[in-house]
């Protein structure tokens, strides 16, 4: 197995459904993801070496994604992250591009999201 094939997406977000449409997608075009419902279990259940790229909800009840995004910088995780939100924020779009993130709004662009997970997948580890 190659590396890149044991690469993965890691979905990170509250909303149950948001999580498997995003499984669906991913599978659909072939990209091997995880799926985790909040910042803690990302950080207790995930091998983050394996990230070629993290999609995070900006809001979730415990930790939001900036947070979880501010914090995996510290640990010095720099895998591509996106970001997304169903609400329009400014603060929030800022911050998230200070931490290296690309922001979405959600639902996102399908092809959009693709194109930013394609391009981390082919980025050398």
């Given at each position: 197995?190659?590396?890149q094939s044991n690469?993965?997406?890691?979905?990170?977000?509250?909303?149950?459904?948001?999580?498997?449409s995003?499984l669906i997608?991913?599978d659909?075009?072939?990209i091997?993801?995880?799926a985790?419902a909040?910042?803690r279990?990302?950080l207790?259940?995930a091998d983050?070496?394996r990230?070629?790229?993290?999609?995070?909800?900006?809001h979730m009840?415990?930790?939001?994604?900036i947070?979880l995004?501010?914090?995996l910088r510290?640990q010095g995780?720099?895998t591509?992250?996106v970001v997304m939100s169903?609400r329009?924020?400014?603060?929030i779009?800022l911050?998230?591009?200070?931490?290296?993130?690309?922001?979405?709004?959600?639902?996102?662009d399908?092809?959009?999201?693709?194109?930013?997970?394609e391009t981390?997948?082919?980025?050398?580890?």
């Open positions: 197995m190659s590396p690469r993965l997406v890691f979905v990170v977000d509250d909303d149950e459904a948001v999580r498997e995003m997608l991913l659909a075009e072939g091997a993801a995880q985790f909040g910042a279990d990302l207790a259940g983050l070496a990230a070629a790229c993290l999609i995070l909800d900006v009840p415990e930790t939001s994604g947070e995004l501010a914090e510290r995780v720099t591509p992250v169903g329009s924020d400014h603060t779009a911050a998230a591009e200070r931490l290296g993130a690309t922001m979405l709004a959600k639902p996102p399908d092809e959009v999201l693709i194109q930013i997970i981390a997948l082919a980025a050398p580890t």
